[in-house]
């Protein structure tokens, strides 16, 4: 929106308009004092270091993530060898195996370990496809008011309509056939809504906030005044959905996976081996189910720490 | 309910002022008749219902009046800043600097809006983004309308802050908002107000929001940058005391009316209208110690159910004949000097109530019977 610099522009006439301003009698001054200039984003980083549940689910997430990267590459066992178990149903924890193994004989280990890219990536990428998604049709919404409005919110009335994991289910039949990216693409396709509902509530409440109006009253346009003051300032409560809608996503992957709709059962995730176990369960072999189960808790748990860290944290009305 | 009112007196009133006539050079503000509406789920409310009054060059006006007469809504119909819908701009010019902005698109109408007439809120502590600097959003200002560089820009920006009595303005111009006090937002919105140097600043209630004595220095403030660079200033406020102290020129404003304007001196000393003369009898300072105070009897008229006559009739201590049926129009009552109330009027220019004449043709009644 700014124009660069060209050779014939009108430089401002400050020496010409506005001598006087500057040197007139002294005027009345208001004294304060200030430390430090911190934005918004960073108060919030600010808010968000004091609290401590939140930090340790920070941690136990970035620990999860770490994980997943090089977890891999450091499993003792190949995650698709079967070499065959000692037991029917899989054998126990031990030194070899600290998880214990399936009935096939793979580590749980291996199994949960490289499992944590794909819940992750799941979760992740189906929030960043929704958000934006979510983003740019509240937006739109919001911003544009009238029949364009009114159009935009029955379309997110119709995604609410139908059940979500009817439709998961139905799409990953015809689309998904195990692939991962499938599975990412519908959860985010038919997750926006809720996004766009909450990005347009905040536009609805800002679109008459002073700051805008008293933007409006100085001439900037409109286009400027949608994207660089009100959508900046209608991300906070987004931010915090989405962290905890990532979480949900990640449940969802596991559960359809468990229900052999989701990634191929080949593949080593935290559904599929939920999944396998169940007949193992029986037996009392909890191990093979245990651990990856335990992984999906501590994930979602840590995200939702950080989700209520990040609700304090952008808390327009927080004060540090 | 048919009577013709003479109007011949409202022509008086304003000299060189009839509909669709551009006013003289040195007449930079002209409302004539405005009338805004907001159509809401009740009905109609029509919160400035026929508003009359203008600014020359360089002049300060007061426009006062209790809360909810329809202040901000006429400043904010001059900006061009009422939603249509739900509002309505029924009726009336606003010539501004010879062109009536009425007429304008929204491009011209944002072109001028912060270059040529610009707003100074009455809220500072939500009127500036809190995730911008200040002198992010003075330069935002003077970008929209000058094509100018991010640096020139930037420069500009400290100016005005220098200008508006911040000290230290290179380090607040990287400041947020949140970082300020009432006082200093205040002067932030005055120096991105004054960015483009308008002609025209209309501050709507610039003091409310502010404690005592960071009231008197912004005060101070805007009567110094009035006089140094001669921009015209139309100041909205509820409190005498403020324009008292600041404006040439005062217009009282009632029920989405204008009912008195004239020079400060004159209104406050010598008030025609009866509602300002309750006005000021009604200022704690003027009653003895241990009385009663003054008050206007009675509250400001429903919106939906305007009287059919002169709105402030229902609480007028001075009500006679007319004033229940016809509603008086400003009447000039000395050189610059106008009143709408019918006390002003010669008994002869009063108008009378049609019904105490027979009626012209009774509609013949048929009896139907076997």
């Not at chain 1, 999906?296 to 609700?311: K, P, Q, W, Y």
């Not at chain 2, 007061?62 to 509002?87: A, F, H, N, Q, Y």
């Not at chain 2, 324009?243 to 009632?254: G, K, L």
């Not at chain 2, 204008?258 to 000393?269: H, M, S």
Request: hydrophobic content about 45%; glycine content about 8%; some cysteine.
């Amino acid at each position: 929106m700014f124009k660069p610099e060209s050779a014939d522009s009108l430089p401002i006439p400050a020496s010409a308009a506005t001598p006087s301003l500057i040197d007139g009698p002294e005027l009345p001054v208001d004294v304060e004092v200030a430390l430090e200039s911190l934005n918004q984003w960073q108060l919030a980083v600010k808010r968000f270091m004091r609290h401590r549940m939140a930090l340790i689910g920070l941690a136990m997430f970035c620990f999860i993530v770490l994980v997943a990267i090089i977890g891999p590459i450091v499993a003792p066992y190949n995650p698709i060898d079967i070499p065959g178990a000692i037991h029917q149903g899989g054998d126990g924890p031990s030194f070899t195996h600290p998880m214990g193994t399936d009935d096939a004989g793979r580590d749980v280990y291996t199994m949960v370990v490289n499992g944590a890219h794909i819940s992750l990536a799941v979760g992740f990428f189906a929030t960043v496809i929704a958000g934006i998604i979510g983003i740019i049709v509240g937006s739109i919404s919001g911003a544009a008011g009238g029949v364009v409005d009114n159009l935009l919110m029955r379309l997110v009335d119709v995604t609410f309509a139908v059940p979500l994991l009817f439709l998961i289910l139905v799409a990953a039949v015809f689309f998904g056939q195990g692939s991962m990216v499938a599975l990412i693409l519908i959860f985010g396709i038919l997750q926006w809504g809720l996004i766009a509902r909450l990005v347009r509530a905040q536009f609805l409440s800002l679109r008459e906030a002073d700051f805008v109006e008293a933007a409006r009253a100085v001439g900037v346009g409109t286009m400027r005044i949608t994207f660089r003051h009100i959508l900046p300032n209608a991300l906070g409560p987004v931010i915090v959905v989405m962290t905890l809608l990532m979480a949900s996503n990640i449940v969802l992957e596991a559960f359809v996976s468990f229900l052999n709709f989701g990634i191929a059962a080949t593949e080593p995730t935290w559904g599929n081996a939920l999944s396998n176990a169940q007949n193992a369960m029986g037996d009392g072999n909890w191990w093979w189910a245990f651990f990856p189960g335990m992984a999906i808790a501590l994930t979602v748990i840590s995200i939702n720490f950080v989700g209520d860290g990040l609700h304090d944290a952008l808390d327009p009305r927080a004060r540090l | 309910m048919s009577t013709v009112i003479d109007l011949s007196h409202v022509a008086e009133a304003a000299p060189g002022r009839s509909i669709g006539q551009k006013p003289p050079d040195d007449v930079l503000l002209d409302v004539r008749g405005l009338k805004t509406y907001f159509h809401v789920l009740d009905g109609t409310v029509p919160a400035v219902d026929g508003v009359d009054f203008q600014i020359k060059r360089g002049e300060t006006l007061g426009l006062v009046g209790e809360s909810g007469c329809g202040k901000s809504v006429t400043s904010l119909t001059i900006m061009r800043l009422i939603d249509i819908p739900p509002g309505e701009i029924a009726a009336g010019e606003i010539w501004f600097d010879g062109v009536d902005i009425l007429s304008l698109s929204p491009s011209e109408m944002r072109d001028i809006r912060g270059s040529e007439m610009s707003m100074i809120f009455q809220e500072p502590m939500t009127s500036l983004n809190p995730v911008f600097t200040v002198g992010y959003q003075i330069a935002e200002a003077v970008k929209a309308h000058r094509n100018v560089s991010k640096n020139s820009a930037r420069d500009r920006a400290i100016e005005m802050l220098a200008a508006v009595g911040i000290p230290s303005p290179e380090r607040r111009f990287k400041q947020y908002p949140h970082e300020l006090s009432g006082g200093m937002r205040q002067r932030v919105m005055i120096a991105m107000a004054l960015s483009c140097d308008p002609k025209l600043i209309i501050a709507d209630e610039p003091t409310t929001a502010l404690d005592v004595t960071i009231q008197a220095q912004i005060l101070e403030l805007m009567k110094s940058i009035q006089e140094r660079t001669g921009t015209a200033l139309l100041l909205i406020t509820h409190d005498l005391a403020v324009v008292a102290e600041t404006v040439e020129r005062i217009a009282v404003m009632y029920a989405g009316r204008i009912v008195e304007a004239g020079t400060a001196e004159e209104v406050l000393l010598d008030p025609k209208h009866p509602y300002t003369q309750g006005l000021i009898a009604s200022i704690p300072s003027t009653v003895p110690r241990g009385q009663r105070l003054n008050v206007i009897k009675g509250t400001v008229p429903n919106p939906f159910r305007m009287p059919t006559g002169c709105r402030f009739e229902p609480r007028c201590p001075h009500a006679f004949g007319p004033c229940k049926d016809f509603d008086p129009p400003l009447r000039l009552t000395g050189p610059n000097r106008e009143s709408a109330c019918w006390l002003q009027y010669p008994p002869g220019e009063l108008p009378v109530k049609e019904t105490d004449a027979p009626p012209a043709t009774p509609v013949p009644v048929e009896r139907v019977g076997h």
